[in-house]
């Protein structure tokens, strides 16, 4: 036994080296990291009569588990399905491989196996199998996987090598009184607060109390004090958020509308709770909060399912045909609800549940409060749809447009400037401003030479042929959009006519005054026009019919005069 418990100190505080030549002195793989060495050390050479499987685990006493943890120097606190799924995590799973970060990459079948391990529910989908097996691994963070400080170390005492358990008949010869009984819960009271307080402290029992311990343990309920299974202040906490409960499942609802959640989304959640005054730091409110996670995502998961199913009891029938009568009430009660909750959305759809609920909808049933929730998170996404009209990228995207008009018409040189001006429109509505605002909201020829001579010194081509004039155009439009000048002050790109109705009367006017002057009559009607037309058409044939004459005349002559030389 001595030899054993030198062994494992030397183990427990050895380095990479000597627990590879420990490895091969006993033909033992000396793959993988160090702590994981160190584990299949201990479980082979320290621990190899215990049974450390799953099945094996389970069978340990609350007692022999606390031994074995110590032996293996991580933490031996906690309760007693705290410490069975400790012990499995640190002997069969390498933290490395197996963490929260990992936990979105793995399929659903290996998460019900781990489930399975870690003693957790297994129904559900993969986003509730994450949940779980990520609040387990929250829970043990730090306290599996690698060996203590203290111990590795040496500064704690060595840990006592936990003898063979042994199964021992019991036999009760006589009925004890009930002082007795007292005087045995207040021993193993004493015996637990030691254990938990000072972890690393070895107590060293004689095997025959040792046996009787055991012996008892199953027959007398473990009592400890409140202060060592709970935090401080842990319980104070617990029951704030058992009373704020609506609020956070409100919170949860929003939470999961943003589809499947990885483990870190679900961190990140919690953590988020800590404004709105949740002690999430303590880990028995993180693993109600945890709770909440995977039941609302189970409600959810039947609310969907309930939406596109026909009513399946009388109840439900009644409740769904209730609901589509007080649909109208129900969004004027909505639209109040948002306006008067000022942004606070889990607010507003706590009011709007209480509404529900008071209005005799029954909101028990998952085809009912998916319709509720349905509604409202539909109202929602129509005053964000609202909100997201960006008067900014309005304006840019215009002036976008105005700069690439045509572009693939235009030459390389050319369009490589424009789409440099694309990735910096934000810059060129700065320039755009500071001109105009320089020049007292002018923005006239002046204004766009400044603009063009300020922009070429900063090394653009900005004064190119093609990339003037849609610069010029597109600098109008942002100016228009900001507010400084007005729609027809606005430049615009050749070939982009403002057609002003007088302005066309007083061209067409003038064209007319000019026809008269030639001594043509200009035609004041449609009719008129048509009959010019024809007019013309008929002079055009008569000119037409006199060319072709006279070119016949021409070649007679000409046969004529070849006929005589002949």
């Not at 693993?287 to 996670?293: G, P, R, T």
């Not at 900063?458 to 439009?477: F, S």
Request: net charge negative.
């Amino acid at each position: 036994m001595a030899d054993r418990a030198d062994l494992l100190v030397t183990i427990q505080t050895g380095r990479l080296e000597e627990l590879k030549e420990i490895a091969a002195n006993h033909s033992i793989s000396r793959t993988g990291s160090v702590e994981r060495l160190r584990v299949r050390l201990i479980e082979q050479l320290i621990l190899d009569e215990e049974e450390l499987a799953w099945d094996g685990i389970q069978d340990m006493s609350n007692r022999h588990l606390t031994d074995i943890l110590k032996v293996f120097g991580i933490k031996s606190s906690g309760s007693h399905k705290d410490k069975r799924q400790r012990l499995w995590l640190h002997v069969h799973q390498d933290p490395k491989t197996l963490s929260i970060d990992t936990l979105s990459d793995m399929n659903r079948d290996d998460l019900h196996e781990l489930c399975a391990r870690l003693e957790m529910p297994r129904s559900g989908n993969k986003t509730q199998l994450v949940a779980r097996v990520g609040g387990v691994l929250s829970s043990q963070e730090g306290a599996w996987g690698r060996i203590k400080r203290s111990v590795k170390r040496g500064a704690v005492a060595p840990a006592r090598v936990p003898a063979t358990r042994k199964e021992v008949p019991v036999t009760v010869e006589e009925t004890p009184s009930q002082e007795e009984e007292m005087d045995v819960s207040i021993i193993q009271e004493q015996t637990a607060i030691e254990d938990d307080t000072s972890e690393d402290e070895v107590i060293e029992v004689p095997l025959d109390e040792k046996v009787s311990d055991e012996v008892t343990e199953e027959a007398v309920v473990e009592t400890r004090p409140l202060n060592s299974t709970i935090e401080a202040g842990a319980e104070i906490a617990l029951n704030d958020l058992q009373s704020r409960e609506a609020e956070v499942r409100s919170l949860i609802r929003d939470f999961l509308l943003l589809g499947e959640q990885t483990p870190e989304d679900i961190s990140a959640f919690i953590e988020d709770l800590t404004p709105r005054g949740f002690a999430v730091e303590h880990s028995i409110v993180r693993d109600a909060v945890l709770n909440l996670v995977e039941e609302m995502a189970e409600r959810r998961a039947a609310e969907q399912e309930a939406q596109s199913l026909l009513p399946g009891s009388w109840r439900e029938r009644k409740a769904i045909r209730r609901f589509e009568e007080q649909r109208n009430s129900l969004l004027d009660v909505l639209e109040e609800t948002l306006h008067s909750a000022r942004g606070d959305i889990p607010a507003a759809r706590m009011g709007f549940e209480n509404h529900a609920r008071e209005s005799g909808l029954d909101l028990d049933l998952p085809a009912i409060s998916g319709r509720i929730h349905a509604l409202f998170d539909l109202q929602i996404s129509l005053n964000e749809m609202e909100m997201n009209v960006d008067p900014v990228a309005a304006r840019r995207d215009r002036a976008i447009r105005l700069l690439l008009r045509r572009v693939d018409e235009i030459d390389a040189t050319a369009r490589a400037t424009l789409e440099r001006m694309e990735m910096q429109i934000e810059s060129l509505e700065r320039i755009v401003e500071t001109v105009i605002r320089r020049n007292d909201g002018q923005f006239t020829s002046l204004e766009h030479s400044l603009m063009i001579r300020f922009l070429e010194r900063r090394g653009w081509d900005a004064n190119h042929p093609e990339v003037r004039p849609r610069l010029i155009a597109a600098a109008g439009a942002l100016a228009v959009e900001m507010g400084y000048i007005s729609e027809d002050q606005m430049p615009t790109l050749p070939g982009q006519i403002a057609l002003d109705p007088e302005r066309v009367t007083n061209v067409v006017e003038t064209l007319n005054e000019v026809l008269e002057s030639f001594g043509r009559k200009p035609a004041r009607t449609v009719e008129e026009l048509d009959k010019n037309s024809e007019e013309g058409v008929a002079d055009e044939a008569e000119v037409a019919r006199r060319t072709l004459d006279a070119a016949d005349a021409v070649l007679d002559r000409l046969r004529k005069m070849t006929e005589e030389g002949a």
